[in-house]
Nanobody, 116 residues
């Protein structure tokens, strides 16, 4: 079992920045993929960014150039630096992890609200 705890969400004005962090309950060096998904009210959960143990990254088109995902195996942490935030980025952001190609573990989520 891997427990994931997200932090860093909050209220920010359009154009602002936030940094989300996700701390795992065990060493993430052996975890193949970690990532961030988000879900806005009335919508399905969608992929934001993922990072593998290689590491290689993958981003949704709507965040390319604005968001950066990183992982620190020594701190068992994966982070998402979000810049130039837009109102449509408002959602609950979830951290996920998996030992293979799929995500088996999820955090409880952290709310991000972009509004003036």
């Amino acid at each position: 079992q891997v427990q994931l705890v997200e932090s860093g969400g909050g209220l920010v004005e359009p154009g602002g920045s936030l940094r989300l962090s996700c701390v795992a309950s065990r060493r993430i060096g052996s975890i193949y993929v970690m990532g961030w998904y988000r879900q806005a009210p009335g919508t399905q959960r969608e992929m934001v960014a993922t990072i593998t143990s290689r590491p290689s990254t993958n981003y949704a088109d709507f965040v390319k150039g604005r968001f950066t995902i990183s992982r620190d195996n020594a701190k068992n942490t994966v982070s998402l630096q979000m810049s130039n935030l837009k109102p449509e980025d408002t959602a609950v952001y979830y951290c996920g992890a998996g030992y293979d190609l799929g995500f088996s573990y999820w955090g409880q989520g952290t709310q991000v609200t972009v509004s003036s």
